[in-house]
């Protein structure tokens, strides 16, 4: 088990791994999240928005964001767009033979799923995708500064306020953020572009991949399944506790006391929200936990008042794949 509360001296950050210590972090007044020009490559990028919102604005842009994924929304959703998505993605699967089930099918359908859900068209995305990726492997071999990078994220946000201003988009979320009067311009891109982001850093297809090989994987889970479907969306967030590399951080906004360690004023705390739920005492088996033994506190989507309005729709993308799946299970994949 990792200390709960270590120095990174490389990176000049505290970092938590500590489950209780996590949550009380969290929780408190006493610290905040990024500001814009403190983004750095380890904060999370999906709703961008709410994840540097400042104390005032975020309860405005919460409520934004859940006036249109409501549980209703999303399990209408699960049911026609997502699902049509999961067939398709089976029936290519269908028309070759000993066709392995690897990250390009579960990478394919995912980013079909979200270009259908923002509205935008199939060409207009891949470019934005293609441009994001550029972007990123820019910034892994020059780092922070990085022109290139800098410059290709500049054109995506420049393209989406375009889009937004000539409002010729009519569906989807989009439409929905053009026709917003809550938010201002740069608010509607930043919860535009963090889910370009997410297919283009292939984020989105983490738990879906997870989840399908848990169960398909273990004959017995998946006749578990078969017959109750509905428990799919309990393991999906169990699932979440076993991905990897799930971080988010925070600033101290006075001097406090974190698991002994004095953290000055304004020094970045990093919260190893992965490690935590893998670690954690509560769990008797933490690296394989089994169905029906989920925390109602599962800090991999977050915790407190800053937690993930995302949750709801990435368990439906993974529980609906795994789902068709299931119900297709003569298929012989392998892999």
Request: net charge negative.
């Amino acid at each position: 088990m990792s200390k709960p509360v270590t120095y990174d001296s490389k990176n000049e950050r505290w970092m938590v791994n500590d489950y209780d210590l996590i949550k009380m972090i969290m929780k408190s007044n006493k610290f905040r999240p990024p500001d814009v020009n403190e983004i750095s490559k380890d904060t999370p990028s999906f709703f961008l928005a709410l994840s540097i919102a400042s104390e005032t604005d975020y309860p405005r842009l919460k409520r934004v964001f859940s006036k249109y994924f409501t549980k209703e929304y999303v399990e209408n959703l699960a049911e026609t767009t997502l699902r049509e998505n999961a067939l398709n993605a089976i029936e290519g699967i269908k028309k070759e033979e000993n066709v392995k089930l690897d990250d390009q099918i579960i990478s394919t359908y995912c980013e079909k799923c979200i270009l259908d859900i923002l509205g935008l068209e199939a060409k207009v995305g891949k470019e934005f995708i293609i441009a994001i990726k550029m972007a990123n492997d820019y910034y892994l071999k020059e780092g922070e500064g990085c022109i290139q990078s800098k410059e290709l994220y500049s054109y995506v946000f420049s393209e989406v306020r375009k889009i937004l201003i000539d409002a010729r988009i009519k569906k989807g979320f989009i439409r929905f953020l053009i026709e917003e009067q809550e938010l201002n311009l740069n608010e509607k891109i930043t919860f535009i572009v963090p889910f370009i982001e997410m297919i283009a850093l292939s984020k989105t297809i983490e738990l879906p991949k997870e989840l399908y090989h848990r169960v398909i994987d273990d004959p017995e889970l998946m006749e578990k399944f078969r017959l109750s479907p509905t428990s799919l969306d309990l393991l999906a967030e169990e699932t979440a506790s076993l991905l990897n590399g799930i971080f988010v951080c925070r600033f101290a906004k006075e001097e406090v006391d974190i698991g002994g360690k004095v953290i000055k004023k304004g020094e970045q705390i990093g919260l190893n929200l992965s490690g935590a739920m893998q670690d954690r005492n509560a769990a008797k088996c933490p690296l394989h936990t089994q169905p029906g033994g989920a925390s109602e506190d599962n800090l991999v989507f977050g915790y407190g008042s800053h937690f993930c309005l995302g949750k709801r729709l990435a368990k439906a993308i993974a529980v609906t794949f795994t789902k068709v799946t299931i119900e297709n299970h003569k298929i012989e994949v392998s892999g």
